[in-house]
Structures are given as structure tokens and as C-alpha cells.
């Protein structure tokens, strides 16, 4: 604001924080005189810029372009909306599901100048987005669409012929995982071992193949062990992946025949420090440390052992019936005395 030669106040560019009482003071020697001048602001509905773009065209596993931006894949997407208005106007989004998003999620976030950030863009993010501007005049509403271009399919994310290994227990459920994307939406089905062709949703004896394309096996059996395969298709092209299964007589969950906490000194001499980690179980169990420089059997060896390694070593043991864990508490020995815990 600017005081002219005459008197006259001037507000530049009004607003809502401008409105209040201004009083004017005039004043000499023989008096002074006020006069008091209450200020209103009246409120402008929002409105949303006419640049904010009405579709976004996404192409996964590519790159993405739209007329204001290029994406390359797993990248983030953004959509713009500012919006004017007195006071001023609080954006909001809704989801193409017509959820509102919240300003920060896994999968989303939303900045303070409106914009819409969609995190890691996929095909499930196809849909129509609503910028919701709103203050206490009015609204304003922008819809973007974001679309994703033709795309051949995908099987758990990788496109073309994959491979995979999977070991079931007796008796138990097993999970085939086969998640399809692709545009347009590819057809999905698999092969058994025994020649049978099963398509989404189908659900048959032990045999269910969800919607999302996951085989179920429930109660499996010895039998039940050999390659099955998933396939998706559709005009642009056709990935598959087979998945070699395996069936465990029983599963026996790890465990330690020593208990599952030993105290081992470290020698003054230097000498190597060698943790052992047997564990039982079946299938037999995997065995790994919180530290690299082990053996595949499981077994630690630390060369010239200093009173820097000393402290706490955890391995775990892990196969499908569960996990285990044992500790490893290694002491130095003080010259001159027995060891000391610390």
C-alpha cells in the first residue's frame, strides 16, 4: 500500500488479509479529527487454470509421453492444478475409485502448490482424475484422464518367456503366482501337468485360478509335482512363465540342537574365530548371517580375530514351515585374567 501527496490511502492487489478498519488522523495545533474506514473483501470463487491437461497417455515398460511431459518406467507422474480464488482455494483429488487421496501415501502425494504426484504408474492407474478446488465461495472441478497406451502382456511384471521354482508341502495350500498386465487386457490361462487347461476364474476339485491369474492348489499331493504354465496373450504379443513345483513329504520347521545362545571368547593370540550354525529341519533350511564371510554350510570363520569383532552375531535359519534364530555372543580375553562379558 502507498500514502498519495493528498492523504489517500492506497491498497495494492486487495485481498482477504487487506480487509480491517484503516483509520485516517489529521491533526495541528489546534486539534485533530479522525475518520474510520471499515475495509470488506469479497470472495472470489476458485478457479482452476485453463493449462491443466485433460488426458495424460502412459505407456509402461517403455517410455511415457504426454504433451507436457516424458516418463520413463517405475518413474512418477505428475498432474498440475492451480487454481485462483479469494480466500485461497484448497485443492483436493479424487481417485478414478472416488476415493479422496490423501496429501501423502504410499502411492500418492499431493504438494502444497496442487499438484498430484501418482508414484511408480502402472496400468492399475488407468482412470479419471478429479482436482477438486474449493474456498468458501465456491468450487471449481478439473477431470484429467490418464490412460495407458497398447501394450503387450506382462507376467509379474516381466514380459517375454520366465522361469521359476517352487517348493510345496504335503497336504498344505500352494500359491502360483501369475500377475498379468497388458493392453488390451490379455487373455490368461494355464497348463497343467496333466495336459489340463484351466482359464480365469475357474475352480475346480483342489484347482482354483483366481481373477488376477494366481493358481491355487489346495490339499497337494505327491502327485500334484511337475511344471505348470501360465500364459497371456493378446494381439500385440504372449509371455509365459513356467513354474517347476516340487512337494515336501512333511515340513519341520528349523531349530538348534545347541542352545540358541553361545558365549565364545576371543583369544589374545589371534587365533581364528569359527561360528557354527546346525540347524535341523526340513527342507533342509537355509542358512544365512547379519555379516558377509561365511561358508555355505553355515559356518562363520572370522580370520585374526580382533577385540573390534567382538559383540553379537546372529544366524538364521529359514525354510517353509518357518524360521529360527541363534545368537552368538563373542568376549575378548583380558591379559592376565579370565574373560570378561561385556
Known sequence: MSLLQNGTLRIHSANFSSKGDYKCIASNAAGADTVTYQLHVAALPPSISEGVQDTVIIQPGETWQTNLLQLHPVENLSCFCQATGEPKP?????????????PLSDKYRVVDDGTLILKKVTLADEGKYACVARNSAGDDIKNMIVEAELQEPYINSVRGKTSAKLLAVSYQTALLDCRVEGKPEPKVWWLTPYGHSLTPPYLGGRFQVHQNGSLELRGVRKMDAGRYKCFAKNHLGEASLSVEMEVASLAEKPSFASPNIEILPIKQDGGELILECPARGTPIPEISWRITHHFGNGTLWISQPTPSDKGIYRCLARNIAGQAEKHF?????????PPGLT
Open 90 to 102: 484448497r485443492i483436493t483429488w479424487i481417485s478414478p475409485h472416488t476415493d479422496v487421496i490423501p
Open 329 to 337: 555372543k563373542s568376549t575378548y580375553l583380558q591379559p592376565g585374567g
